[in-house]
């Protein structure tokens, strides 16, 4: 990428560089349904174990952010898509969750995907829903109070959708 970020595929031997991220988003509370004191092997294994493929989002060999890529559902559901996103705290705001969605697009178009859908968006979580929003994704469900967010409460969450 022109700007120097660089987004590859890691496995299981790598994904210690991605876990200072994981970490420290799942501890907020605020964003993921994950516990927050997921241990490391467990994150690995989720997000590099096939059919899971893991991308990290690199600036002169920083990870700035982390994405996995999978079907959405087994079998019969999994033409479709299924990705989750991670950024860096200390580099929100600079494109790199814009830039792992547009690389995500892609990486799903060339494994054959037909769409891709996320499954449990915090509604709260403003930024994102703009941000997946511009890059095509509608809002096809809403569930109230699904998401049990650190500060605010019972929180609701989207399901959004786009064809690829």
């Given at each position: 990428m022109s700007d120097g970020l660089v987004i590859r595929g890691i496995g299981a031997g790598e994904f210690a560089r991605a876990?200072?991220?994981?970490?420290?988003?799942?501890a907020g509370g605020d964003t993921y349904s994950y516990p927050p004191d997921l241990t490391e092997d467990a994150a690995r294994a989720m997000w590099t174990t096939a059919p899971s493929r893991c991308f990290v989002a690199e600036r002169d060999g920083d990870v700035l952010g982390v994405?996995?890529?999978?079907?959405?559902?087994?079998?019969l559901g999994d033409h479709v898509a299924n990705c989750g996103y991670m950024v860096s705290p200390a580099a929100r705001g600079r494109g790199i969750a814009a830039a792992m969605c547009e690389h995500s697009l892609a990486e799903?178009?060339?494994?054959?995907?037909r769409a891709m859908q996320y499954n449990f968006v915090v509604s709260?979580?403003?930024?994102?829903?703009?941000?997946?929003?511009?890059?095509?994704?509608?809002?096809v469900g809403h569930v109230p109070g699904a998401f049990r967010h650190a500060v605010?409460?019972?929180?609701?969450v989207y399901v959004m959708h786009r064809a690829l």
């Open positions: 876990w200072p991220i994981f970490r420290a988003v799942i994405y996995m890529l999978r079907p959405n559902q087994p079998g799903a178009r060339r494994a054959g995907f709260s979580n403003e930024g994102a829903v703009r941000l997946w929003q511009r890059h095509g994704f509608a809002i605010l409460g019972p929180t609701d």
